[in-house]
């Protein structure tokens, strides 16, 4: 007889989006000749740069004849591309990393979800809240978040981040072994100083803690005076391991393509107290688990580092970011709270009159015919608030802005 891992069965449905297509489908039969516009949407609308389109087209053609052909690759990534990644994203910000520490992927939700593989079931785990889902219900499926009890699981420190913290995490109360920190923020789109992350990284060193730096909206940072990388922080290689994505970065939500640092450094322990690096074990893990991303896909990623492939990923991301500065001037001047989109293409908009976030979803809909996604759908703390996204297209954004304006005189 073969038994199940009964920690899935544990596993809340995520009913958040597919409750929301109800909602919205339930309103499209009632109201049939009205135009919705969707800021809810958490992926990209723009198509990929020219650059890497012309890259991946020159790569299919290697693949079409004998002596430029590529078949199994290295499980690690391409040397092109890890080098070029080390060179653009790290050298450039003073951090030096080796070859070996860096490992190409599918994307940073698969790497963010496997990495648990490398730690026993019993560390204690703590999040901010509200949070990216991902990083709970993986640790659900290992094993190590406990019961679930009134919304919250009885093994996970939540580290609520609201308005009245201004969305800066306090260190937890309770001891925690694995710290999840994603920033930018989804879904409050806020970030950290580089002071405020190197309390954690200190914790951390203090705790022989681990940090899972989660920095997909890396690429969103206007503000010269945020990290954008976790390893800006004296310490950190010692204690963080980073996922980056060019998913939010240059459109590459349908091609699958991100990266994880695990320095050499990152370490943890036996139950004797033996230091083990993550690092070895992290490529142990790929080399049994993954056969590597495609080579046309890594050719792809490549030239979102070439000049033109620079220019034309910096246009595309301007678009989003203008979205979000003129969503978040005609809501301010309309008297909603609102924050974030400043370094990520999320708002984090406090809902009026101490509405739910569902009431006030609701009346989005039903009054001005756009789609949000409630605050409370990401965890406890993101009740009284809504998430809306830059990733629309223009006009509509400034259709939904208008439509919001009127509304609320
Ligand atoms: C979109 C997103 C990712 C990226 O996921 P991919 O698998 O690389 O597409 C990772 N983390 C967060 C918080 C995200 O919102």
Redesign the pocket.
């Known amino acids: 007889m073969a038994l199940v891992n009964e920690h899935f069965l544990k596993l809340q449905s995520n009913y958040l989006f597919s409750d929301i297509a109800k909602k919205v489908n339930s309103f499209k039969v009632t109201h049939p000749k009205q135009k919705i516009i969707r800021m809810g949407i958490?992926d990209v609308t723009q198509p990929l740069a020219p650059a890497v389109i012309e890259a991946m087209h020159k790569a299919v053609d290697e693949m079409a004849s004998r002596e430029t052909f590529h078949g199994y690759g290295p499980e690690q990534g391409y040397p092109f591309l890890i080098d070029t990644i080390i060179k653009n994203d790290y050298e450039s910000i003073g951090v030096s990393l080796e070859p070996s520490e860096v490992f190409i992927s599918d994307?940073?939700?698969?790497d963010?979800g496997n990495i648990g593989d490398l730690l026993r079931h019993d560390n204690s785990i703590g999040v901010t809240d509200p949070v990216?889902p991902v990083y709970i219900d993986s640790n659900v499926m290992a094993g190590r978040t406990g019961t679930w009890e009134n919304g919250t699981w009885s093994d996970v420190v939540y580290i609520p981040c609201t308005a009245e913290n201004k969305f800066i995490p306090e260190l937890p109360s309770r001891r925690v072994d694995i710290i999840y920190l994603?920033y930018p923020n989804?879904p409050t789109g806020t970030t950290l100083t580089k002071e405020e992350l190197k309390k954690w990284v200190n914790y951390a060193l203090a705790n022989d803690a681990i940090i899972m730096y989660?920095s997909?909206y890396e690429a969103y940072i206007q503000d010269p005076n945020i990290p954008h990388s976790i390893y800006e922080i004296k310490g950190a290689k010692k204690v963080a391991i980073e996922?980056r994505?060019f998913?939010?970065t240059a459109g590459f939500?349908g091609v699958r393509c991100?990266y994880t640092v695990v320095p050499k450094e990152v370490s943890a322990t036996t139950l004797k107290g033996e230091r083990v690096f993550l690092n070895k074990l992290w490529l142990r893990r790929q080399c049994t688990k993954f056969n590597g991303t495609s080579y046309i896909t890594q050719r792809g990623a490549e030239a979102v580092y070439s000049p033109e492939g620079k220019e034309q990923v910096r246009q595309t991301i301007n678009y989003y970011m203008n979205n979000a500065r003129l969503m978040k001037e005609g809501l301010e001047a309309c008297g909603l709270q609102v924050y974030g989109g400043e370094n990520a293409p999320y708002l984090w908009v406090k809902t009026p009159d101490g509405l739910s976030s569902w009431k006030f979803f609701e009346k989005l809909l039903y009054e001005v015919y756009i789609v949000s996604t409630p605050g409370v759908g990401f965890g406890p703390s993101g009740e009284g608030y809504l998430r809306l996204t830059a990733f629309g297209d223009h006009k509509d954004t400034l259709e939904a802005i208008q439509r919001i304006q009127h509304w609320m005189r």
């Open positions: 958490g994307g940073a939700k698969s963010c990216y994603c989804n989660d997909a996922f994505s998913s939010k939500t991100g």
